[in-house]
């Protein structure tokens, strides 16, 4: 499961990352808790040029008659991905990178409190997770919406959880956005072994209206 990121490189940062050219409608400011349904930067593959873009975190299959028509899809598991009706025409045709410092697990307490941890690349590298998206229309409304992929969680992430995004190394992005021929299913698989870190944080986390970044922080002793 993947349901909160961090995200605090300027968009030129994110830009010169991925090579792209940005869209004029990107958040800029460091975010420390991005939640479902909030706008995400993300990297497509357009006609040959990359591009830096903002959707909406939450994936809205073309029969959705409002985006609450049914449940919010903000992941997308890779063991299914081609097969599920909502995404099996997006994994094929619209993928994108979702760029990240990191992102928000809980585990459970003795007294069933929720712990929160926050996870990174080992390095401070940025954490590139793969994505699909696509647009949604009805009756005059247009968002640009996306999932992000997981897969079964490995190499002591399963101490966590038993999902984790699908996290790719720069020599696999131009195969995720089909500038690099097929294979893409190849790559969604776990992060190799001793590639990320984690801590604890604190638990103001819990509440998705908490700022700042102080958010990821690790827990004091």
Not at 57 to 68: A, E, I, N, Q, V
Not at 136 to 157: K, P, Q, S, Y
């Amino acid at each position: 499961m993947c349901g909160r990121l961090v995200n605090t490189m300027p968009v030129d940062a994110m830009a010169r990352l991925f090579g792209a050219v940005p869209s004029n409608d990107l958040p800029d400011e460091p975010r420390y808790n991005i939640c479902p349904t909030n706008q995400l930067n993300v990297a497509v593959s357009d006609g040959g040029q990359r591009r830096l873009r903002s959707m909406r975190w939450g994936f809205l299959p073309h029969w959705y008659k409002s985006p609450t028509d049914g449940p919010l899809l903000i992941n997308a598991r890779a063991e299914t991905i081609a097969e599920k009706p909502a995404f099996r025409t997006a994994v094929r045709e619209r993928r994108c990178l979702v760029p990240a410092d990191g992102f928000y697990e809980w585990t459970k307490g003795p007294e069933g409190e929720r712990l929160p941890w926050y996870i990174h690349r080992a390095g401070g590298v940025p954490m590139v997770m793969a994505g699909i998206w696509q647009d949604w229309e009805r009756e005059g409304d247009r968002l640009t919406t996306l999932a992000i992929v997981t897969c079964e969680a490995g190499n002591g992430m399963e101490s966590l959880h038993h999902r984790m995004p699908v996290i790719l190394d720069p020599a696999d992005w131009p195969m995720w956005l089909g500038e690099a021929g097929k294979g893409a299913a190849r790559l969604m698989r776990p992060a190799p072994e001793g590639s990320l870190s984690w801590h604890r944080v604190d638990p103001i986390v819990n509440s998705n209206r908490a700022r700042g970044a102080e958010l990821i922080a690790p827990l004091a002793a």
